[in-house]
Antibody, heavy 119, light 106 residues
Framework: EVQLVESGGDLVQPGGSLRLSCTASGFTFSTYWMSWVRQAPGKGLQWVANIKQDGSEMYYVDSVKGRFTISRDNAKNSLYLQMNGLRAEDTAVYYC????????????WGQGTLVTVSS | DIQMTQSPSTLSASVGDRVTITCRASQSISSWLAWYQQKPGKAPKLLIYKASSLQSGVPSRFSGSGSGTEFTLTISSLQAEDCATYYCQVYNTLYTFGQGTKLEIK
């Protein structure tokens, strides 16, 4: 069974940092492009970042460029999102999601982890 | 950037009804469109990809159609468990989601 489990969400002050993790099982993690997708409370879905199978390419939505860094460790079947300079508008549930091909639809999703940015 | 617009934003229908949700792209996206279902407190679930291909395990009452700039998701006979928010998504380029359509059961 394909499983993605996120962790690391927390309450953090504006300007603070947080690192999210996503651990995969049930499929060959190293063959998938992986993404982070977020959903602000009561709002729709927004793609945040993605990373190629070998970690050699990363892409970001404009609003997080220079603040967030996506990375992966295929030996640990894990995906990460380092979030710096957090703002109130980054408050959301963050999902990790997988696609078997670059820029393809997401056929696997985690359950999400909540990040709240507030003083 | 490509903008995706869904209509309606909310929809109320009865069990057994045929339901249609529309998604329009700001420019042609060929058939690079997916549909997802999201129930409250849960992760999105892939229903349809490449505009009309049904994801494995998804009930056959769900179908998708369209190409270019206009797409539809149809539920042929609404079931109570279909109460959810539905999102369209363009892919094969930067990802963009529609704003969602909340489907309620009368």
């Amino acid at each position: 069974e394909v499983q993605l489990v996120e962790s690391g969400g927390d309450l953090v002050q504006p300007g603070g940092s947080l690192r999210l993790s996503c651990t995969a099982s049930g499929f060959t993690f190293s063959t998938y492009w992986m993404s982070w997708v977020r959903q602000a409370p009561g709002k729709g879905l927004q793609w945040v970042a993605n990373i190629k199978q070998d970690g050699s390419e990363m892409y970001y939505v404009d609003s997080v460029k220079g603040r967030f860094t996506i990375s992966r460790d295929n030996a640990k079947n894990s995906l990460y999102l380092q979030m710096n300079g957090l703002r109130a508008e980054d408050t959301a549930v963050y999902y990790c999601a997988g696609a078997w091909r670059a820029w393809y639809y997401f056929d696997s999703w985690g359950q999400g982890t909540l990040v709240t940015v507030s003083s | 950037d490509i903008q995706m617009t869904q209509s309606p934003s909310t929809l109320s229908a009865s069990v057994g009804d045929r339901v249609t949700i529309t998604c329009r792209a700001s420019q042609s996206i060929s058939s690079w469109l997916a549909w997802y279902q999201q129930k409250p407190g849960k992760a999105p679930k892939l229903l349809i990809y490449k505009a009309s291909s049904l994801q494995s395990g998804v009930p056959s009452r769900f179908s998708g159609s369209g190409s270019g700039t206009e797409f539809t998701l149809t539920i042929s006979s609404l079931q109570a468990e279909d109460c959810a928010t539905y999102y369209c998504q363009v892919y094969n380029t930067l990802y963009t989601f529609g704003q969602g359509t909340k489907l309620e059961i009368k």
